[in-house]
């Protein structure tokens, strides 16, 4: 018969050694746990930080797209050559779209260019597109605040597109002689713009025939835009024009005329004078402004027998040379009268008026 007190220790040696298994079996299980655990944490983290890769890459994108064939789509780029004669489509997407375009397409009211808005995007569509339609084709979105709308220049998309013409390597103009003004507080371009971009162009001068060296500081060459004079000076005046090289085939463009400008922008100045006169004589009264040529001025008039005496009215405008060979616009209204009476004498007063203010002047007519 075994004694009470080694049995005892047998027991509590048992129980010992089953808490320790016990002990051990949940340590390995948890440690499996445990790195299952991590492989599942990882294999998560992974799944997660892709999809928001490819939502910041989505709104980088442009909204600007081409439709390819089998409703396929192309994200444009900052420039893009495509194939003339082919039909060009193009999607902006958004409820409310507005478009910008080569401004030939506007000129002529041209049948070949329709938009169309449905509820998720707009469409530009262009059928036969030619080297004299390239150039910048913008979208962008129209937001409104009640009857107020106006251009999202966050999200406005632009691309400039080529169609390449071995004919026709600059871009057609309807001008066969266009004048560039130079200014000397700004730059000024020549504007042969190329229908490819990796023909060879350079700047010549007609007399003395010369062909002008191109740097980036002074004259610079942008095939969206032409040459670009960053300083006009006086010296810059003179006939030119565009030769461009694509595979050894030469081709020439339009002759610019480049005039030198030298004309504070402001409000017009204006100078009045009338022809003296008496009873019975015709009197012209003149109102002469002097300004930029670029710069249109519109005439209005106030004097003696308005809406009671007939009167002839004739504007009309010319570039003339001043001083250093500068060049500036003439602009003048001429107000005659017929056969004076006494009704006409009195105060005439002439308003010019251009995008910068307007300006008013008077001169008197009395009798003799």
Not at 304 to 326: A, C, E, K, N, Y
């Amino acid at each position: 018969m075994v004694p009470a007190g080694l049995l005892t220790m047998k027991l509590w040696v048992v129980l010992l050694l089953a808490v320790l298994c016990s002990e051990l079996q949940m340590g390995c299980c948890q440690g499996v746990k445990r790195k299952k655990d991590v492989e599942e944490s990882r294999g998560r983290r992974v799944r997660v930080r892709q999809p928001a890769q490819n939502d910041r890459k989505g709104k980088s994108q442009s909204l600007l797209t081409r439709v390819l064939d089998k409703g396929r789509f192309q994200h444009l780029a900052q420039t893009t050559l495509l194939t003339p004669g082919r039909k060009m489509e193009l999607r902006c997407k958004g409820s409310s779209i507005g478009w910008s375009y080569p401004s030939n397409l506007d000129t002529f009211s041209d049948s070949r260019l329709s938009i169309k808005q449905s509820d998720k995007y707009s469409q530009l569509i262009l059928t036969s597109p030619s080297a004299a339609d390239t150039g910048s084709y913008s979208c962008w979105v129209i937001v409104c605040d009640g009857a107020e709308c106006q251009r999202d220049q966050d999200r406005t998309y632009t691309s400039y597109i080529y169609f390449p013409d071995k004919d026709h390597l600059f871009v057609p103009s309807a001008i066969h002689f266009e004048i560039v003004y130079l200014h000397p507080d700004r730059p000024a371009v020549v504007p042969c713009r190329v229908t490819e971009p990796r023909a060879e162009v350079s700047l010549h001068r007609e007399v003395p025939p010369e062909e002008i060296t191109t740097n980036t500081t002074q004259v610079t060459y942008d095939p969206t835009r032409g040459f670009v004079l960053q300083q006009p000076r006086p010296e810059h005046q003179g006939v030119f024009y565009c030769k461009a090289v694509s595979k050894d085939t030469p081709q020439v463009s339009t002759k610019y005329q480049l005039l030198y400008v030298e004309v504070p922008s402001g409000p017009p100045f204006v100078s009045l004078g009338a022809s003296s006169g008496t009873l019975g004589d015709n009197v012209n009264v003149t109102c002469t402004v002097l300004g930029d040529p670029e710069v249109e001025v519109s005439f209005s008039w106030s004097y003696p027998g308005q809406d009671q005496r007939p009167v002839h009215i004739q504007s009309s405008w010319r570039l003339v040379t001043r001083g250093m060979g500068h060049t500036t616009r003439l602009s003048q209204s001429v107000l005659t009268l017929e056969d004076i009476e006494t009704i006409d004498f009195g105060d005439y007063i002439c308003k010019a008026k251009n995008p910068y203010g307007e300006t008013i002047v008077a001169t008197k007519i009395n009798s003799a």
